[in-house]
């Protein structure tokens, strides 16, 4: 569950704090308040685009902190599989600072990639905006959601189809290198003998470079060793210590405190012993031999034109080798190896075309129940007589996800037949049909929490009603978030928060804060009413206000 969101330096807000309930939390305020720019922020601090304009004038940078509560074992796991360490508390506390020249995300002090942050938000929160339900007219969306509802039945399958697929494309693209006439054949076995010769006559072993680098760079400065190794010699080779010892020992005769320095003194004298007779020994064995040198050259010479033609290290070269001399194999056998890969495609083939059928059989079963259930929620939501289903094709390829292509069809009007989807619903219905989707998948996924803007796209009177109903429902199972204009939907808020904007020296900011019980019904009568709030507008307000307070109680599950 989302607890806090922080905004600082962002566009019209210098500072904003907010800290969310369980249930429903409406947010909503006058045109240009800045209800954008709060559903902005949470879409950045989660990873979205963030430009260097988004900083509020006069600023260094913008900042955007949430701060989450992880308390379900499953949700832990997830977060932990994902190496998300939580504190005993399950506090999670993710942050964005945007500067002109660079933005930096962190959870719990950790910085991340934008990537990373994706894969961790994703399973802690989810944004449904115009651009969302804009979405279902793409068929892909509708597979997407199949799957989603089906996870537990579909996931296991399409990673095995994902294993299946990347086996089966290997042993195709094998397969077209095989596709060569006689001559080509025979000038790539050429240059691949030519190739291998060249690398084996090398003789490369791991290791070998790294130990004739540190040799030659010894050798090289040969000279320079010998002259600093000689003046270290000359210097720590006199009596200097020994004598300082013997002092040192004939005058803690007459004081015993000096018997500490004495001590210090004979180890001093016993490692410097040890140091001159190593650098004495050194010495004594370094030789320098130019032609010696000059193979440690030319070997090194021969391992880095090696590594320019064939790989960056000798692991790698050495890697290059066994794959080149399986390729020289395939071609000296060539009937045989295309017989061999010929059948192993036709294997993989067979593999992912049963695993896609089975994975399709899920999906059919499925999309029987989720049609069901989307359709009725799509009656809840004030649509009449409407039908519902999903049609499914086959697609002519294989993907890592299986063979289906699959599409909605609607119709909203009785006696006309079911049409695709996207050509078929408006702006507000598609808005309608996402809200049914979320209210059907909230019975199902494991998100905690989900954000709504501009759920009320083209609809009003009985249709908001519902959608107010439809919002309640879901917030029974999830914390959602809602930003609205329309009064049905604000009065079933459990959370309600104002967003203003304020002019303060001579600059607009917004500011948000959350209302009381009297406030909430001063904020429906401004929706209600307009410019002019009236006694009746109010009392309206109040009534609406508590018939909505009555239907959440009356629509509670039972415990």
Not at 170 to 176: F, Q, T
Not at 235 to 251: T, W
Not at 324 to 335: A, C, G, I, Q, V
Request: with cysteine; proline share 2%; aromatic share 6%.
């Amino acid at each position: 569950m989302l607890l806090e969101l922080r905004v600082k330096n962002l566009a019209l807000i210098e500072k904003a704090e907010v800290s969310f309930s369980e249930g429903l939390n409406i947010l909503t305020g006058e045109t240009g308040a800045g209800k954008s720019i709060i559903i902005g922020s949470v879409g950045m601090a989660l990873g979205g685009k963030a430009s260097k304009d988004v900083i509020r004038q006069g600023a260094e940078s913008a900042y955007i902190e949430m701060v989450f509560s992880v308390t379900e074992p499953d949700k832990r796991k997830a977060l932990e599989e994902l190496e998300v360490e939580l504190p005993e508390d399950g506090t999670l506390i993710l942050s964005r600072r945007i500067t002109p020249v660079r933005s930096v995300s962190k959870v719990n002090d950790e910085t991340v990639t934008i990537g990373r942050l994706r894969e961790i938000t994703g399973r802690l929160i989810d944004i449904h905006g115009q651009h969302e339900h804009q979405s279902l007219l793409y068929k892909s969306k509708h597979l997407e959601i199949l799957d989603s509802y089906a996870k537990f039945e579909t996931d296991p399958l399409r990673k095995e189809i994902a294993a299946a697929y990347a086996a089966y494309q290997d042993a195709k693209a094998r397969l077209a290198r095989m596709d060569m006439d006689q001559d080509a054949r025979l000038r790539e076995a050429d240059f691949l003998r030519y190739e291998i010769r060249e690398m084996e006559n090398a003789r490369l072993k791991e290791g070998e470079e790294e130990e004739l680098s540190a040799a030659y760079r010894r050798f090289q400065h040969a000279q320079k060793i010998m002259e600093h190794l000689s003046a270290a010699y000359r210097l720590l080779d006199g009596d200097q210590v020994g004598r300082a010892v013997r002092d040192v020992s004939q005058a803690a005769e007459y004081d015993e405190a000096l018997g500490g320095i004495r001590d210090q003194l004979m180890d001093a004298e016993a490692v410097l012993g040890d140091a001159v007779h190593d650098i004495s020994a050194y010495m004594d064995e370094f030789s320098f031999d130019e032609e010696t040198f000059r193979q440690m050259e030319d070997r090194l010479d021969l391992i880095h034109n090696m590594q320019a033609k064939y790989g960056s290290t000798v692991e790698e070269i050495l890697r290059k080798l066994n794959e080149k001399k399986s390729r020289l194999d395939e071609l000296e056998n060539f009937d045989l190896a295309k017989a061999e890969l010929e059948k192993e495609y036709a294997e993989q083939e067979k593999k992912l075309n049963g695993l896609c059928t089975q994975l399709s059989g899920v999906r059919r079963k499925a999309a029987e129940t989720l049609s069901g259930k989307i359709r009725q929620a799509l009656t809840d939501l004030n649509f009449i007589d409407v039908q519902f289903a999903m049609e499914f094709r086959r697609l002519p390829h294989y993907t890592s996800g299986g063979f289906d292509e699959a599409e909605f069809l609607i119709s909203t009007n009785p006696g006309l037949p079911m049409r695709p989807l996207g050509n078929v619903a408006s702006g507000g219905e598609l808005s309608r049909i996402m809200l049914a989707i979320k209210a059907v998948l909230a019975d199902t996924d494991d998100i905690p929490t989900l954000i709504f803007d501009e759920i009320d796209t083209g609809i009003s009177g009985r249709t908001a009603q519902m959608v107010s109903e439809k919002l309640s429902y879901i917030a029974r199972r999830r914390q959602v978030i809602c930003i609205t204009h329309l009064p049905q939907i604000a009065a079933m808020a459990d959370s309600h928060f104002e967003i203003a904007k304020t002019a303060e020296n001579g600059a607009a900011l917004t500011r948000i804060r959350k209302l009381g019980e009297d406030e909430m019904v001063e904020e429906l009568a401004r929706l209600l009413g307009g410019a002019e709030i009236t006694a009746a507008v109010r009392e309206n307000a109040r009534e609406m206000k508590k018939l909505a307070e009555e239907r959440k109680a009356i629509d509670m599950p039972e415990e």
